[in-house]
Nanobody, 115 residues
Framework: QVQPVESGGGLVQPGGSLRLSCAAS????????MGWYRQAPGKQRELVAR???????DYRDSVKGRFAIYRDNAKNMVYLQMTNVKPEDTAVYYC?????????WGQGTQVTVSS
């Protein structure tokens, strides 16, 4: 099954930065919208950010102005630049298509924001 591979997570202090990477196992150039999702313990998975091939971006309110999503279709990569992170950003982060989930969920990458 096609499954993205997420990386770049880790332990970071509040106010710090991280860049998450997602390697798709196939071409994403024809996939209109790619997204980053996250799931915190005891909570449902939620969409954090999405990006279309045309460059349209959308973010959930809690990360606006702090996170940036971008993609490199030639490398089949999607990135999430996280800045000024907060403890409530702690979660496992995943990438996938949007709005219809086309890939099997990968293992994700754990982001822990703590001092």
């Amino acid at each position: 099954q096609v499954q993205p591979v997420e990386s770049g997570g880790g332990l970071v202090q509040p106010g710090g930065s991280l860049r998450l990477s997602c390697a798709a196992s196939g071409s994403i150039s024809r996939i209109n919208t790619m997204g980053w999702y996250r799931q915190a313990p005891g909570k449902q998975r939620e969409l954090v950010a999405r990006l279309t091939t045309g460059g349209f971006t959308d973010y959930r309110d809690s990360v606006k102005g702090r996170f940036a999503i971008y993609r490199d279709n030639a490398k089949n990569m999607v990135y999430l630049q996280m800045t000024n992170v907060k403890p409530e950003d702690t979660a496992v982060y995943y990438c996938n298509t949007y709005p219809i989930i086309k890939y099997s969920w990968g293992q994700g990458t754990q982001v822990t924001v703590s001092s």
